[in-house]
């Protein structure tokens, strides 16, 4: 593993267990305030993304839940930041050019080497701020009332997400319950409302993902 990726993962896990980490390089999560990690997230500015196709709504109201997706798109051994940043725009090519939507429907995607990029324009600032959402594009009747936070990679046949993607998403998750209020039992899978099978062998990880999300909020 590259070292900063290495020294990426021990912080976070040290921010988890409420140690600040003072001296962090960047692509790096921070202690804010106890028990709760605020993990470093690349806006769309960052990577660079395409402008949106039209109107970003913002919904003046809190999310009530996370949905996690897994992109189904190639099993990456390149962990660096530079591919986190490549699969935002496949992602995002995909759904303005094929799906025709105004933006990347998801409003955060992990990369297999734990590096968080934005998807949806305006999802890091409301994130930040804790009392708004866009309206995002990820799962059917839900898209008003979640978040939607995609993993890289298929996860179909047994496939296991990496340890870096796993452990970033449950900082993700944990950010996200606390910012937004949101219990961590309510994390679900976009199988739970959609005939689907997305987001595969993550959808049978999901009582681990809230169970570690709770621990990490409870630090």
């Excluded at 028990?35 to 970003?56: K, L, M, Q």
């Excluded at 009747?141 to 936070?149: E, H, L, S, T």
Aim: glycine share 10%; with cysteine; net charge neutral.
């Amino acid at each position: 593993m590259h070292p900063e990726n290495a020294l990426r993962r021990r912080l976070l896990i040290a921010g988890a267990a409420g140690l600040a980490a003072a001296t962090a390089a960047p692509g790096t999560a921070h202690a804010r305030g106890a028990g709760v990690v605020e993990p470093d997230i690349d806006g769309t500015a960052a990577w660079g993304a395409r402008s949106p196709r039209g109107t970003i709504s913002v919904l003046r109201y809190r999310p009530s839940r996370i949905v996690i997706h897994h992109t189904v798109s190639t099993n990456s051994t390149d962990f660096s930041r530079a591919q986190a940043h490549a699969h935002a725009h496949w992602v995002q090519d995909l759904h303005l050019d094929k799906n025709g939507w105004v933006d990347t429907g998801y409003h955060f995607l992990v990369s297999r080497g734990g590096w968080i990029t934005e998807g949806r324009h305006g999802s890091l600032q409301t994130l930040t701020g804790g009392t708004t959402f866009v309206l995002g594009s990820h799962t059917s009747g839900q898209n008003d009332q979640a978040i939607g936070i995609a993993c890289e990679g298929a996860y179909h046949a047994g496939a296991v997400p990496p340890d870096a993607q796993w452990e970033v998403l449950v900082t993700l998750c944990a950010y996200t319950c606390a910012q937004y209020g949101i219990p961590s039992a309510r994390i679900y899978g976009h199988k739970d409302y959609s005939s689907t099978l997305c987001p595969g062998v993550y959808h049978d990880m999901l009582p681990r993902l809230r169970d570690e999300v709770a621990a990490a909020r409870s630090a």
